[in-house]
T-cell receptor
Framework: ETGVTQTPRHLVMGMTNKKSLKCEQH?????MYWYKQSAKKPLELMFVYSLEERVENNSVPSRFSPECPNSSHLFLHLHTLQPEDSALYLC???????????????FGPGTRLLVL | AQKVTQAQTEISVVEKEDVTLDCVYE???????LFWYKQPPSGELVFLIRRNSFDEQNEISGRYSWNFQKSTSSFNFTITASQVVDSAVYFC??????????FGQGTRLTINP
């Protein structure tokens, strides 16, 4: 596998379910990101991890819980979601060492989530 | 605060036509970076180009070219001799501090055969 991979690609869940999204990057990067892409809205940054530490939490509800066990893996744990949380969830990674604004982020294919 | 505006929500052209996607940005930073990404129907955002604020040279990569003009705060993207495979949503993005990007709303480009 190369680049950034995400599983599952599609997920349907009820409001009382608990599920997790997984992201893996094969680029040797040190920073990873979760974004939410809803219909007719710009991409929204949710979380940023740098060297496995969370450095950004963009006012995301607590029903979304990220986890970064190592620099290659990032999870998004979901529980008691609402229908308005239905969206495409995109993971990205970047070099991250310099923490500079010049870094290019590389994205995975996303998980399409539908909350019923 | 940083802002990116892609005023064209949707564009539809016939194959082989040239098409330009507009991007206008706002920032108070003196050093910043601009990006273009392509999102095909599969969903993945594909990186196309990164340009820093000190480099106003236009760039060409095959059928793709980018025109960066600081005077008008624009970073426009032109596809020459468009092809059906160019159909996608294209996003312009601007750095906001370290490790943060602000994205425009995207332009949905449809190339008809």
């Amino acid at each position: 596998e190369t680049g950034v991979t995400q599983t599952p690609r599609h997920l349907v869940m009820g409001m009382t379910n608990k599920k997790s999204l997984k992201c893996e990057q094969h680029l040797g990067h040190n920073a990873m990101y979760w974004y939410k892409q809803s219909a007719k809205k710009p991409l929204e940054l949710m979380f940023v991890y740098s060297l496995e530490e969370r450095v950004e939490n963009n006012s995301v509800p607590s029903r979304f819980s990220p986890e970064c066990p190592n620099s290659s893996h990032l999870f998004l744990h979901l529980h008691t979601l609402q229908p308005e949380d239905s969206a495409l969830y995109l993971c990205a990674s970047s070099h991250g060492l310099a923490g500079g604004s010049e870094e290019t982020q590389y994205f995975g294919p996303g998980t399409r989530l539908l909350v019923l | 605060a940083q802002k990116v505006t892609q005023a064209q929500t949707e564009i539809s052209v016939v194959e082989k036509e040239d098409v330009t996607l507009d991007c206008v940005y706002e920032t108070r930073d003196t050093t910043y970076y601009l990006f273009w990404y392509k999102q095909p129907p599969s969903g993945e955002l594909v990186f196309l180009i990164r340009r820093n604020s000190f480099d106003e040279q236009n760039e060409i990569s095959g059928r793709y070219s980018w025109n960066f003009q600081k005077s008008t705060s624009s970073f426009n993207f032109t596809i020459t001799a468009s092809q059906v495979v160019d159909s996608a949503v294209y996003f312009c993005a601007l750095t906001q501090g370290a490790q943060k990007l602000v994205f425009g709303q995207g332009t949905r480009l449809t190339i008809n055969p």
